[in-house]
């Protein structure tokens, strides 16, 4: 890995001062330059800087695309003795030069729209990473502009999106005056940037927690959220090693979940059957111990986000679109004995059958922030879902989740999953225990 450089730049520049004399020629450069300020600010040796360091960075001179960030500790202050627009613009029109830059608009949006902090982004490598796939950047300039007592200090610094640093600049930038701005240069000794410890990867305090941007919670074990995915496809699979000796791998679940008009989630998801160590009935099929079970295909539309209300909240519908008939949930009928009971139950199961087939969701989903809580509850026509994830760290959550069935005769009454998820820049590594199935399983999220 090249070491990257860090360059203290101080440099003097002016704008030419208006003689008398050229009156004409004047008036000319004031019609051509009308948007151009007397005072302006000279970011030339900065970007020289950055594109020679991108340059033996990726070992060729092909033009990098770049997304501006900027941080201000403290933007009153600075707005007094400085012109922001002005600066962000020639810093902008400089970098468009060597580098094809973001669109700050689009930029901005991001960072709004997922309500990330400038921190977050220079700390944690996920949120970065999901930051500059947004953004279609692979690299990043953070700018931080902060007030010293005779000068603006820019603290600037080039990463790529696995906040790797690549070049970094600290300029001075004097109060302004009518005729002159200043910067002074000087380059001292490169250095590289240091590694986080241990512990600072994995804090363990118990402050109040930020829910990272981009992770997909769209879903908690049994029932969805009233969240939506965050890229636009998601792909879950769920294992179950039940002889690890034998590599007797079951799978469980397979869903795909399809994101599109921001607010509207299409989802196919497939099930196993599944052992059910409580069930009333000994074998979960009657002709079969393993296999397919039922698919189904859902659409939700998410009606507000956390933005307008403290939760989210969706509604839903499910069709079921395939079924075993030989699977035992619904057949209450095969454990009568007595034909007017068996006639009744055959009524029962029929009704059951029938709300499955097609269903209406309901769900509600929020953050409580200061000790990290997700909490979502389901309703269906059928089941009733509550859950919750608790951050851990920025990328670790620990799950539970329920379902109670308040239909007529269950085979079941309820079933409880709980367990922890690893979150990287693709999904999420689930490590879970299905108590009415007695299994330990394995998850995989991918997000694209």
Known sequence: MKKASTFY???????SKVRFGFLFLSVTLVLIFFTVNAFGYDFSDIRRSLKRDLEIWQGNAKRGKIAVVYNYSDREQIKKQYNLILLKKDLSHELLKSFDVADPIIVQEIIKTNRLEYNQLTENKYILKQFATRAD???????????KPNNLLANITLVNQDKKQISKVITEIQPERKDQTSYHPQIVAQKSEPEPSVYQTFDMDFTSRKFTAGQNDSWMYFSPTAMVNPETHAVDLVLWFKDVADVDIRPVRLRYDIRF???????????????????????????????????????????VDETVLPFNLAIGIRQRILWDTDNTDYRSRDRIDDQADYDEAEERDEKNNRYNQLTLQAMITGKIEPIGILYSLYVDSMTLGTGIKFILTPDIKLLVDSVYYYYEDPEISNDVATGIQF?????????????????????????F
């Open 261 to 303: 008009l921001e607010v509207l989630q299409f989802g196919l998801q497939t099930y196993a059957i599944a052992e059910k160590q409580n069930a009333q009935s000994d074998e979960p099929n009657l002709s079969k111990e393993s296999g397919h079970h039922s698919t189904y295909i859902s659409l939700k539309y998410q009606i």
């Open 423 to 447: 979150y990287n820049a693709v999904g999420s590594t689930d490590i879970m225990y299905q108590f009415e199935t007695a299994q330990v399983q394995l998850g995989f999220n991918v997000n």
């Open 9 to 15: 730049i101080h440099k003097t520049t002016s704008t």
């Open 137 to 147: 950047s692979p690299h990043i300039l953070f700018v931080d502009l902060q007030t």
